[in-house]
T-cell receptor, first 114, second 114 residues
Framework: KAGVTQTPRYLIKTRGQQVTLSCSPI?????VSWYQQTPGQGLQFLFE???????NKGNFPGRFSGRQFSNSRSEMNVSTLELGDSALYLC?????????????FGPGTRLTVL | AQSVTQLGSHVSVSEGALVLLRCNYS??????LFWYVQYPNQGLQLLLK??????LVKGINGFEAEFKKSETSFHLTKPSAHMSDAAEYFC????????????FGKGTTLSVSS
């Protein structure tokens, strides 16, 4: 069974631009969660989608948004990029509840904002 | 609110020595507890998880952890370290009844010397 895939793996943007990251979950998994990982803040939860609906949301500004498609693939978007948005963005999928069912993580997208 | 504290951001051991990575949690309800490992430039991989029942949980690669409710701890151990164990380890907690996302600790980097 193929794992969680994320594209692109690396991205370089400049301040003020916007970016879209993509995540394809494991086949059959309906929940997709997004995390931001930085050296200073560690792993922080962004949001979770289930059946095309945002079910849970972390404490991030509205510049961070996401969506999920009918095939469970998910995208996250960051608008008006800031230097502090430089991070590894991880996507994780699970059958249903991420706090109950095992979450499987993708390799991440490394975003650098210049 | 749930939280996770990992004592020691960096642990160094010799090959063949005992590995002990400490994790304490805070949760208002019976938690689910997880240990993940992250190798450089990769996503997170689940080592083991505790849900209910037996408090000693065995995971992959020879790791195990014990849930101690009275101490609110979930320390990760391995009897004999191998060079390939060098990585970053994350402890996480969830409150399944509340349907919350995983909350991660700041991580502990394990170094193994020969």
């Amino acid at each position: 069974k193929a794992g969680v895939t994320q594209t692109p793996r690396y991205l370089i943007k400049t301040r003020g631009q916007q970016v879209t990251l993509s995540c394809s979950p494991i086949s059959g998994h309906r929940s997709v969660s997004w995390y931001q990982q930085t050296p200073g803040q560690g792993l922080q939860f962004l949001f979770e989608y289930f059946s095309e609906t945002q079910r849970n949301k972390g404490n991030f500004p509205g510049r961070f948004s996401g969506r999920q498609f009918s095939n469970s693939r998910s995208e996250m978007n960051v608008s008006t990029l800031e230097l502090g948005d430089s991070a590894l963005y991880l996507c994780a999928s699970s059958l249903d509840r991420p706090g109950t069912d095992t979450q499987y993580f993708g390799p991440g997208t490394r975003l650098t904002v210049l | 609110a749930q939280s996770v504290t990992q004592l020691g951001s960096h642990v160094s051991v010799s090959e063949g020595a005992l590995v002990l990575l400490r994790c304490n949690y805070s949760s208002s309800v019976p938690p689910y507890l997880f240990w993940y490992v992250q190798y450089p430039n990769q996503g997170l991989q689940l080592l083991l998880k505790y849900t209910t029942g037996a408090t000693l949980v065995k995971g992959i690669n020879g790791f195990e952890a014990e849930f101690k409710k009275s101490e609110t701890s979930f320390h990760l151990t391995k009897p004999s370290a191998h060079m390939s164990d060098a990585a970053e380890y994350f402890c996480a907690v969830s409150e399944p009844q509340a349907g919350t996302a995983l909350i991660f600790g700041k991580g502990t980097t394990l170094s193994v010397s020969s």
